[in-house]
Antibody, heavy 116, light 112 residues
């Protein structure tokens, strides 16, 4: 079955760090364009990062310099390293595949809560 | 960044009646390759988003044919021909023509 499963969320203090993981099955992450999209409680969607199949990465201005996306080919996993976390980073973080330039596959998300 | 604006933000609909959502982008979504990367997502309560329509008007696998998309350039529309109970949720337009990919604010479809 083709699916994405995110883990690693939790409660973290302001200024702390957290690493999210996204495990893929049924396809190869490194051959695809993979994204992290977040959704603050009761709010809309925001794409915070993308990693293309050639390894190039892009970040939203809101997380640039604090978040880093990477992937592990051997484990077929995507990661999001989040540093210097702020209250406004509180959200459900989804891993999503961009195929044919459309978000065709989503995980169920993992909740990150940043609190002082 | 390309701003996506949806109208309305809330749409109470009677079962079996049509619904329509408009999405306008702050600049043209025509990519240099000639395609327009405008999609529509559905998010049911407590669920992750799900792809409904891609490249303006193409229904994704498994999407009922009561959903249709249209538009060009900067103006796009999602239509549901006859709303069913399972269509309740929030609908987002999204553009992937230019990074950062951006989303509309979401339109909540609910049953009257």
């Amino acid at each position: 079955e083709v699916q994405l499963v995110e883990t690693g969320g939790g409660l973290i203090q302001t200024g702390g760090s957290l690493r999210l993981s996204c495990a893929a099955s049924g396809f190869t992450i490194s051959n695809n364009y993979m994204n992290w999209v977040r959704q603050a409680p009761g709010k809309g969607l925001e794409c915070v990062s993308v990693i293309f199949s050639d390894g190039s990465t892009y970040y939203a201005d809101s997380v640039k310099g604090r978040f880093s996306v990477s992937r592990d080919k051997s484990r077929n996993r995507l990661y999001l390293q989040m540093n210097s976390l702020r209250a406004e980073d509180t959200a459900v973080y989804f891993c999503a595949r961009l195929l044919g330039w459309s978000f065709d596959l989503w995980g169920r998300g993992t909740l990150v809560t940043v609190s002082s | 960044d390309i701003v996506m604006t949806q109208i309305p933000l809330s749409s109470p609909v009677t079962l079996g009646q049509p619904a329509s959502i408009s999405c306008r982008s702050s600049q043209s979504l025509v990519h240099s390759d000639g395609n327009t990367y405008l999609s529509w997502l559905q998010q049911r309560p407590g669920q992750p988003p799900r792809l409904l329509i891609y490249k303006i008007s193409n229904r994704f696998s498994g999407v009922p044919d009561r959903f249709s998309g249209s538009g060009a350039g900067t103006d796009f529309t999602l239509r549901i021909s006859r709303v069913e109970a399972e269509d309740v949720g929030v609908y987002y337009c999204t553009q992937t023509t230019q990074f950062p990919w951006t989303f509309g604010q979401g339109t909540k479809v609910e049953i009257k």
